[in-house]
């Protein structure tokens, strides 16, 4: 796998000066004064996106470098791809970060976000993913994944298949190992997204062997995913449960935002928990205002939070975008 990869690497860097290098990503910091207990903390993330591709669109490379909480700037992602047999191969070699099988919410860039149907491929884990694209509206890869002993799960097939003016069909499905465990066993995920009303995402999936939720798995657990977003002129909502059928617990989170200005966002929050998705107890519950106003390509944010664990938060955050 790791010649794979630097043979790849090596044939873009010897055809640089074809190609095409671009830089982008961000700076976030973001301090939070906890009203319980008096107790002002600090986070930072800075992240760099390297995107790098030949003038003919045949081969390139993406990478991610990463800071969190002042920590040295490190590798997270990274790998290089090319096309083949007129654009409808593409082969992914590295530590993959791949998302075009999966679905998930999103709104708030701090609280929110937390729902996808686990079908993100590769992680930052070494693997290869082969996708065969006929035409725009079909997408299957093959993703191989090596543990170091050849088993079930070191595969998933996926699928996207787009229905013109309708939406979208997802399909995904990890075998299992012979001793399984959370990780390794069976997964499967279905997924229609509607595209066809204007100003309408609207998502329902079903899955086993997932959570719902980033990095979710669980044996044998049914789940039930959906996701509804809507936006017409200043106005946006988006409303995203997750129902656990297996154990019979409801996680739903949500938002109404109001584009009062072209450069300033009102943004109402709020989740609802009956399991520890939130925090360490169950049935904890999250509303939040918060008030963000542009400045350049990124923001100024404050508000309020009130977990019914962690009490009141009062943020401050700062994102400059590049």
């Known amino acids: 796998m790791k010649k794979l990869i630097v043979l790849l690497l090596a044939l873009l860097v010897a055809t640089s000066a074809f190609a095409q290098l671009t830089v982008n990503g961000y700076s976030r910091g973001t301090v939070s004064y906890a009203g319980t207990t008096g107790v002002a903390s600090m986070l930072y993330r800075l992240r760099l996106n390297m ?69 993100y491929i590769g992680d930052a884990t070494d693997g290869v993913l082969v996708q065969y694209m006929p035409s725009k509206a079909i997408n299957i890869g093959l993703t191989f994944l090596p543990s170091g002993t050849l088993s ?16 979208n069909l997802f399909v995904n499905v990890r075998a299992p190992d012979s001793a399984p465990t959370a990780t390794t066993d069976l997964f499967a995920s279905g997924a229609f997204e509607l595209t066809a009303v204007p100003g309408l995402d609207a998502t329902v999936a079903l899955e086993f062997g997932g959570t719902g939720f ?55 929050i709020g989740a609802f928990d009956q399991g520890t998705t939130l925090a360490s107890s169950a049935n904890d519950y999250l509303v939040g205002l918060e008030l963000v106003s542009t400045v350049g390509k990124g923001y100024i944010m404050t508000g309020a939070w009130y977990d019914a664990v962690a009490g009141l938060t009062v943020p401050v955050g700062l994102k400059v975008i590049f």
């Not at 595969?155 to 939406?167: E, L, P, Q, R």
Request: overall charge neutral.
């Open 152 to 167: 079930g799960s070191d595969f998933t097939v996926s699928a996207k298949y787009n229905v013109d003016k309708v939406g």
């Open 214 to 268: 980033w990095h979710g798995y669980a044996q044998n657990q049914l789940t039930i995913i959906a996701n509804l977003t809507y936006g017409k002129g200043p106005v946006g909502v988006q409303v995203a449960p997750v129902y656990n059928l297996t154990d019979n617990q409801l996680y739903v989170e949500g938002y109404v935002k109001y584009q009062a200005t072209p450069t300033f966002l009102v943004r109402a």
């Open 51 to 119: 995107t790098y591709n030949d003038a003919s669109g045949n081969f390139g490379a993406w990478a991610r470098l990463q800071s969190d909480s002042y920590g040295t700037l490190a590798f997270k992602y990274g790998y290089a791809w090319a096309k083949f047999f007129d654009g409808t191969v593409k082969v992914n070699a590295g530590q993959l970060a791949n998302y075009d099988y999966m679905v998930g919410s999103g709104g708030s860039d701090y609280k929110l976000g937390n729902i996808c149907t686990d079908a």
